[in-house]
């Protein structure tokens, strides 16, 4: 059945409005003229004929005659922008342009004197920043982060009386920070990190901001008396590391600090005698501490006890006495450890080792004496024991652990180590001596002095920014902004039960299979993109997985099997051997993967490498960790599915390590995350058919497709590998998935693949998310033999839209939010393609009723 009337008006109502002819002098003719200079076609998704105010990423009044908000992020924006369009726009509050190529501003850009909120962040802006930014009276937020600015910050800034929030981060700006900025006294957040700033703080500095919660001055040449911010009283995120400032932290020490980042300037003093000055300050709100590279003296801290918040502690290469170990395991949820070169003397102590939470331990550079201790914490990623004095042999414990860690170093010891239990490639990548004997020892040759603040850095930088965009989102609130949920990492609960997967062929190395006619695994490369100087070969892919035993498994789907691995210093990846026949030889195959390496998105899984071994064409994809949309949809055990899943994940100590579930009991009973999920995969698949060039058709979307990675952000898999199989691939999707597969499949002349039998597959996987019902097979209400498609369109038409709503999610929620949604899959299963919109146009279109945050 067609979209007949109802469908019409439908696509009329969401997609188009009123037809609107642009005339000059208006703020549609504006903004079209900007669009259309600054390199935006109108195949890229935006109708020039229809009103503005439908235009994706425009706002306008509550009466459509002046746009108020202008979101154009990401969208490959370059050049100047010209005069006569934006600057134009006289009731502009709002203003976002980040992430684009954009150079330069117009002359009349400074005319916006209603703007509040202003982002020009992550483009190739130069030169100066001229005092005409006095102009902007009313701005509240101004981001020009990662540009190329320079010279002074404008002293007119000082007019700036209700800035909140300042972003000048990763410039060239130069010469000191003017005393105008005293004058901005209702700033939150400031931030003028990485630039090429000088000379001291303005006096008063730290009098002038009561309200001031966040400071950044990281990585710039200022010097100074640190008592110069002194009077911060509100202050919770403080970052002046990478500068010149000295005197004694004892004046940073105040109010609630979270994040305290002193690193790499000059303080000096002897510990106890600055715990003496400051023994009444409340340590319990401290998460991140950072005193490293400075020159303090004296004993560690006494007061660890009273700061059991603490996640992030480095104290490296300060000029500390030597004295025994802390009792750093009261602080159980310490993440990250940095002790290197603290004249640590005697035994590592059993405790430390078996920190549940710890990730990064860094020792190194100290007197430490006596054996490792045995390693008990599955989580640790880094350690680093090195120029010590050690001895004994290096535990089972520790040596199980390294396949899997980041770095390991135990150079400059006096260990031993017998090699009879240890895999060739940890021995020659991380030792070196006889491997035919005991003792060998540690090789130092191949460890590189490591960043050490890199690690914990992660944590600075993620509670900095989380500070700052709490601090925008209520800005943005105020002028209709939508805000992303934060969201927090689970794992998924191990199902250990057998796999009733049959493959193609077998996987055992016997005489009979492709694996055995590789007689030079080692002479067989593997190309991994990010580290084109690594010496990976396909007997590398064979000790990662088993293999390719049955035991490492994921799953199997139209592409081939997909099995899990360990490469080369713990890199986890899901290898899929690309079994379906393909028409390319071997150099185009190589060519075509190598062009899929380059496409890189936010919600695309991203293709590390790949083998053409034999006959074979393997994939080799970063894992996600939390597994796909039909699982947790569904409430699906992990491994029992037969679709393209590979997210089974060995936790053999789950049950240890409280990892949850996270179907119908965890996150999918919100909304908000639901739509999250939708948003993500609309913007993944937009960007293949119009970021692409030419335009890539992914063919086979659906549920299991969308993975969530480790920050739970939905990722669309296997983009781009039906080309490699040419049109032999056509037929498996025809017979397809059952409920995605497009009306037009059907018909003899209408079953080649185009972006709208993508849409319509997108719209399934819609449907799905709001219903929270399969395609085919579930218990539809009135109708037991409908699909999915056919019962939710049946309601929409009646407009009974809200029947089909999942009961999980009907109060997480606006109920008009979820029938839109609905009525969005309905347009992308219209039976006629042409009748469906574009991705792009649907993003547009779910954009428009993302949740805020409550």
């Not at 990281?218 to 202050?235: F, T």
């Not at 006494?302 to 750093?328: C, D, G, M, V, Y």
């Not at 331990?361 to 640790?380: A, C, F, Q, T």
């Not at 193609?504 to 100087?533: C, G, M, R, Y």
Request: aromatic letters at 8%; one cysteine or more; proline letters at 5%.
């Amino acid at each position: 059945m067609g979209l007949g009337v109802f469908g019409s008006v439908l696509v009329l109502a969401l997609l188009f409005k009123h037809l609107a002819s642009q005339q000059p002098n208006t703020d549609e003719f504006f903004v079209s003229e900007f669009l259309k200079k600054m390199g935006l076609a109108s195949s890229q998704g935006y109708n020039f004929s229809a009103s503005v105010c439908s235009w994706q990423g425009v706002s306008c009044d509550a009466n459509g005659e002046h746009i108020v908000d202008l979101v154009f992020s990401g969208m490959d924006l370059s050049g100047t922008m010209p005069d006569n369009t934006i600057g134009k726009l006289s009731k502009l509050q709002s203003l976002d342009l980040s992430h684009n190529k954009i150079t330069g501003l117009p002359s009349d850009f400074w005319s916006l004197s209603s703007l509040k909120s202003l982002n020009l962040s992550s483009n190739q802006i130069s030169g100066s920043l001229t005092n005409n930014i006095g102009n902007f009276g009313l701005l509240e937020s101004i981001d020009l982060s990662s540009n190329n600015f320079s010279e002074e910050i404008p002293e007119a800034v000082s007019s700036l009386l209700s800035l909140r929030v300042l972003k000048l981060d990763h410039n060239r700006f130069a010469h000191s920070i003017p005393s105008g900025i005293l004058k901005c006294q209702s700033l939150v957040s400031i931030d003028v990190s990485s630039n090429q700033l000088n000379g001291t703080l303005p006096e008063g500095f730290g009098a002038a901001f009561p309200k001031l919660r966040v400071l950044n001055l990281s990585g710039n040449n200022m010097y100074g008396h640190v008592s110069d911010i002194s009077g911060l009283k509100s202050i919770v995120n403080l970052n002046i590391s990478g500068n010149s400032f000295q005197g004694s932290i004892v004046d940073v020490f105040q109010g609630r600090l979270e994040v305290l980042d002193l690193s790499r300037n000059q303080f000096q003093g002897h510990i106890p005698q600055v715990l003496h000055n400051f023994s009444s300050y409340n340590w319990s709100h401290l998460v991140y501490l950072d005193l490293s590279e400075n020159n303090l003296s004296g004993d560690f801290f006494q007061n660890l006890n009273e700061s059991l918040n603490l996640k992030h502690i480095n104290l490296a290469h300060n000029r500390f006495t030597k004295q025994k170990f802390p009792q750093i395991e009261i602080l159980l949820k310490l993440e990250y450890l940095n002790l290197s070169k603290t004249s640590l003397v005697g035994e590592i102590p059993d405790e430390i080792l078996q920190m549940s939470n710890l990730s990064a331990l860094d020792l190194s550079m100290n007197h430490l004496s006596g054996k490792i201790p045995l390693l008990r914490n599955e989580h640790l990623q880094v350690l680093d024991l090195s120029n010590n004095n050690l001895t004994g042999a290096v535990p089972p414990s520790v040596l199980e652990k390294l396949p899997w860690m980041e770095k390991y170093n135990f150079s400059y010891n006096n260990l031993i180590l017998c090699a009879s239990e240890i895999k060739p490639e940890i021995l020659t990548t991380a030792f070196f001596g006889s491997l035919n004997s005991c003792p060998i020892a540690a090789n130092p040759r191949l460890f590189k002095r490591r960043d050490t603040g890199n690690k914990g850095m992660k944590l600075a930088l993620a509670l900095s920014f989380s500070m700052i965009f709490v601090l925008a989102g209520l800005l943005f609130l105020a002028f209709g902004f939508r805000r992303k949920t934060k969201m927090w990492e689970f794992k998924q609960t191990s199902y250990k039960e057998e796999q009733n997967i049959s493959g193609p062929f077998s996987f055992q190395t016997d005489s009979t299979t492709w694996v055995a006619d590789i007689k030079q695994a080692t002479s067989v490369p593997v190309v991994i993109f990010e580290k084109p100087l690594l010496n990976i070969t396909f007997a590398d892919l064979l000790a990662a997985t088993s293999n390719f035993d049955r035991g490492t498994l994921l799953a199997e789907g139209k592409f081939g099997p997909v099995y899990r691995g360990f490469l080369l210093g713990g890199v986890h990846v899901a290898v899929k051997v690309l079994v379906v026949g393909s028409t390319l030889t071997d150099e185009e195959a190589a060519r075509e993967l190598e062009f899929l390496g380059r496409i890189k998105h936010p919600n695309l899984v991203p293709l590390t490498g790949y083998c053409v071994a034999g006959d074979q064409r393997i994939a080799i994809y970063d894992y996600m960790e939390n597994g796909n949309l039909q699982n947790l949809l569904y409430d699906l055990p992990l491994g029992v599915q037969s679709t393209d899943d590979w997210s089974t994940d060995a936790w053999e100590e789950a049950d240890n390590n409280g990892i949850q579930n996270a179907g119908s009991e965890g996150l999918l009973t919100s909304w908000r995350f639901r739509h999250k999920i939708a948003l993500g995969t609309a913007r993944a698949l937009a960007f293949l058919h119009h970021g692409c060039s030419p335009p890539i058709i992914h063919r086979a979307v659906k549920a299991s497709s969308v993975y969530l990675d480790y920050d739970l952000e939905p990722r669309l898999s296997d983009s781009g590998l039906a080309k490699i199989f040419g049109s032999g691939l056509d037929d498996e999707i025809v017979r397809g998935s059952p409920g995605y597969v497009p009306p037009e499949f059907t018909r003899p002349e209408l079953d080649t693949p185009t972006p709208k039998s993508d849409v319509y597959c997108f719209g399934v996987v819609l449907f799905e998310l709001v219903t929270g019902k399969m395609p085919v097979g579930d218990d539809y209400p009135d109708d037991k033999e409908a699909t999915l498609v056919s019962w939710v369109r049946g309601l929409v038409r009646k407009n009974q839209a809200s029947r089909a709503i999942d009961p999980k999610i009907h109060d997480t929620g606006p109920d008009e939010q979820m029938e839109e949604a609905l009525k969005i899959g309905y347009l992308c299963t219209a039976d006629l393609p042409f009748k469906r919109p574009s991705m792009q146009q649907i993003v547009g279109l779910l954009k428009d009723i993302e949740p805020t945050a409550s």
